[in-house]
């Protein structure tokens, strides 16, 4: 069971990484291309700026999912330094589940714009349906809201073994 | 009135700072009943915004950069060219940051990639402890007035201005920031006579043969940029595609097997601030939709009748703000709010832009969360209070310079045309 686990951890950590480096990769380069078709040949490729705008929604999202990962998300953090190390693991637990909340109710709002932009027929780069370039939206919340949830239930964890632990004492 | 109490303490708490604020958006929508699917529909509109690719490309090429030997050739370089004068090291120490935060976009890594050659080379030189930590904690945030920083293109982008405009109103303000700190940096020393290192054109030519794929990358960003060549996100990804040849295929520094990490941690930084500036686009919709700058505009006004007052009450909230808030969550979240205000008291938006972040810039170095006060105490292994105390001179020298900005807006101005 932990080995599963660990594997899936591995595993997802590779797939984010690998997206990450195919979409950064690929914008450097579709950018590159712009510039070199419009000073020597005059020309351009049409949906070249579109699509690189949309590489930077899925950067930003499956960059966010990697900073749910690392904890990395910003956070004001105003009283970890002050509170009780027992305190800051409940008050981690606490905003955690919070946040979970939070991508839960956004996942399923975007989730909902999808199915309305799928039966209007919405489309981007000329003709492509729009929700294949939005569903990172969505999916991406889905999986920061797991994260998240993994998290809090891993520090809350913590607080017990540490709460045990001092009552041995 | 309670929800918004809950929010606050959850926020304190250390909640990721998009949920609290895609929670207030949300309740701000249920209020005017607008659906709160609208909230899919601004996280969209991160598709949407013109040159917000320069953001995880110049990321990206700051990365690559702090990660390869660039910040050792750079010390030597300004070490060859300013190290003879009194207090050399401590102007190559403010010059080098300046020019390495620029590129790498003031997120605490300047102290990390350059910190830790000029730290213990400093202590060689006989600086004291505490003038060198606080030298180094407050050069860390240094040049981000500087193209092409990160701040200044995310400004751009949220208050619709030219980020080639702010690019030119950021030089003369941050070569103020520079020669006050310098001046500064020689008064103290003034009585630390070691002998001075000898000017040599020898040592200039070899730091420069050394940097040699390193020295045109600002011709590169900036000619680029200012002959019209192209636009600043092109000058982005020549940047990056650039440094990664230098560091990669040139100095072969950074290993391939390397750079899947190189760039995960520099989107990792990229998704944390455009997912705050995704649902900051949606609370800031709400807020409009509210009426709340005209709100915010007719309340100040009842205060502060002159421009000079209203520049007085908006540097004092924006230390306040820069206290708790880093400086990319301040300008997704505010800017848009005092946008309007400021025009009503006749503030030019670019000169707004130059205040907001040299306020901000401070904003690293306070407590209670400044973030380079901590990255220095965790990097040197110090206390806090001991980063806060020797910073702390420093701070008050900033903190003139930015008064001097924000009251003298010829200085932000004067490049820029059409002002």
């Given at each position: 069971?932990k080995?599963?686990?660990a594997?899936?951890?591995a ?18 380069l ?6 070199v ?8 490729l ?5 699509l690189?705008?949309?590489?930077v ?17 910003i956070?004001i ?6 509170m009780?190390?027992?305190?800051v693991m ?6 955690d ?7 839960a ?20 780069l000329?003709?492509k349906p729009?929700?294949?370039a939005?569903?990172i939206v ?10 998240f949830?993994?998290d809090?239930?891993?520090?809350f964890r ?12 | ?18 949920a609290v ?5 949300m ?15 601004e996280?969209l ?5 013109p ?19 660039a910040p ?6 300004t070490?060859?060219?300013?190290g003879?004068?009194?207090g ?15 590129f ?9 990639a350059l910190?830790?050659?000029?730290y213990?080379a400093?202590?060689q030189?006989?600086?004291s ?8 904690t407050?050069s860390g ?10 701040p200044?293109i995310?400004?751009?982008?949220v208050a619709?201005v ?9 030089v ?27 000017f040599s054109?020898?040592?200039v ?6 940097a ?8 590169v ?20 595609l650039?440094v990664?040849f230098?560091?990669v ?7 391939v097997?390397?750079?899947?990490r190189?760039i ?15 649902v900051s ?15 915010l505009?007719?309340?100040v006004?009842e205060?502060v ?11 004092i909230?924006?230390?306040?703000l ?9 300008i ?19 000169h ?14 306070t407590p ?21 105390s020797?910073?702390f001179?420093?701070?008050m020298i ?14 932000s ?7």
């Amino acid at each position: 069971m932990k080995d599963t686990l660990a594997r899936l951890e591995a595993a997802g950590r590779f797939v984010e990484s690998a997206a990450l480096v195919v979409l950064l990769g690929s914008m450097i380069l579709l950018s590159v291309a712009q510039i070199v078709l419009r000073q020597l040949f005059d020309g351009s490729l049409v949906w070249a700026d579109e699509l690189i705008k949309i590489i930077v929604l899925w950067l930003a999202m499956v960059g966010s999912i990697a900073a749910a990962r690392d904890n990395r998300h910003i956070r004001i953090d105003l009283l970890s330094h002050i509170m009780p190390p027992g305190m800051v693991m409940l008050a981690r637990v606490t905003v955690d589940m919070f946040a979970a909340a939070v991508c839960a109710v956004i996942a399923w709002q975007a989730w909902r714009y999808l199915q309305l932009e799928i039966e209007f027929g919405e489309t981007v780069l000329v003709s492509k349906p729009a929700w294949i370039a939005h569903i990172i939206v969505p999916a991406a919340f889905l999986i920061i809201c797991y994260r998240f949830l993994v998290d809090s239930a891993l520090e809350f964890r913590r607080f017990l073994t540490r709460a045990k632990a001092r009552s041995d004492k | 009135m309670l929800f918004s109490v809950i929010l606050f303490f959850l926020a304190i708490l250390g909640a990721p700072l998009f949920a609290v604020i895609a929670t207030s958006a949300m309740l701000g929508f249920s209020n005017l009943e607008t659906d709160l699917m609208t909230m899919a529909l601004e996280l969209l509109s991160i598709a949407q915004m013109p040159f917000l690719a320069a953001i995880p490309l110049f990321t990206f090429a700051g990365y690559l950069l702090s990660e390869s030997n660039a910040p050792k050739r750079l010390v030597r370089l300004t070490n060859a060219v300013l190290g003879w004068m009194p207090g050399g090291l401590a102007l190559v120490c403010l010059s080098a940051c300046a020019f390495f935060t620029a590129f790498t976009g003031a997120s605490g890594v300047t102290i990390i990639a350059l910190g830790a050659i000029l730290y213990p080379a400093l202590k060689q030189d006989g600086y004291s402890d505490s003038f060198n930590l606080g030298l180094v904690t407050s050069s860390g945030s240094l040049g981000l007035l500087f193209a092409p920083s990160l701040p200044l293109i995310l400004y751009g982008v949220v208050a619709s201005v030219q980020i080639d405009d702010l690019f030119l109103a950021g030089v003369l303000p941050g070569l103020v920031m520079l020669v006050m700190l310098s001046g500064w940096s020689i008064w103290v020393n003034r009585h630390n006579r070691k002998p001075l290192s000898d000017f040599s054109w020898r040592e200039v030519g070899g730091a420069l043969r050394e940097a040699a794929w390193e020295l045109p990358l600002p011709v590169v960003v900036l000619g680029g940029i200012y002959s019209g060549f192209f636009a600043v996100s092109e000058a982005a990804a020549i940047t990056a595609l650039y440094v990664f040849f230098v560091e990669v295929v040139v100095h072969r520094e950074i290993g391939v097997r390397e750079l899947p990490r190189v760039i995960r941690e520099s989107m990792v930084l990229v998704g944390g601030i455009l997912i705050i500036l995704g649902v900051s686009l949606a609370s800031t919709n709400y807020m409009i939709e509210a009426e709340i700058p005209q709100k915010l505009l007719a309340l100040v006004a009842e205060f502060v009748s002159s421009q000079t007052s209203f520049l007085i009450l908006l540097l004092i909230f924006l230390l306040i703000l820069g206290a708790i808030l880093d400086i990319f969550s301040a300008i997704v979240l505010v800017v848009p709010l005092i946008l309007p205000i400021a025009a009503g008291f006749g503030v030019d938006e670019v000169h707004l832009g130059i205040v907001f972040l040299a306020a901000m810039q401070l904003g690293y170095l306070t407590p209670p969360v400044g973030l380079n006060l901590f990255i220095a105490s965790y990097r040197f292994n110090k206390s806090i209070m001991d980063v806060y105390s020797a910073t702390f001179p420093f701070l008050m020298i900033l903190l003139l310079s930015v008064i001097l900005i924000t009251f003298w807006p010829e200085l932000s101005l004067i490049f820029v045309a059409g002002h």
